[in-house]
């Protein structure tokens, strides 16, 4: 188990900013490198409008759902809980809990998606677009739960605090990916 006597014993505005200002730095270049990547479906965007609508709210959802998990898993590694085995029921209880709220929030984005998109001239059907919505949703939760977990180990054996480094990262990672799994997806359904 991980024991808080490892980490780090004080927090300074300047500590957090030098461990930031790279990290901000390396993420906002992965950005553009998002913003290239969606640029590139742009004709099948305006071709499909809830595919239009679907885009940043399901990688806001990502980045939510990966805010939670290293939350939660930050959390148990101040409180000297976590231990990063598949075998713990904390975070078998974290897995658990990210999936069932993916689930839940990607059929009603589907079900949102698909009513804007009908409102604004879509064909997709209901059917097609909560397939869509769950399949990338629910690889993206699966990417989500590696990555979370993932940065936070990571975080912490390099002796930062989790608590810093994490959302970022994870939030980051999980709009680039969330991208590609979204569109990998409707490219295969469509």
Known sequence: MLGVEEFIDEWTVAGIVTTLVPLLVVLSALQMGSGAVLETFEDQLLEN?????????????????????CARLSTQLHLGTLEFSPSNPNVRANVVAVFGLAATVFVLLGVASWAIGRALGGTLGLGTLLFITMVSGMLLAAWVVVVSSVSVYVSFRLGYDPDDTTIPVVTNVCDITGVLILFSVVWLVL
């Open 49 to 69: 409008p809830s595919l239009l609508v679907l885009v940043p709210v399901m990688i806001g959802t990502a980045g939510n759902l990966g805010s939670i998990m």
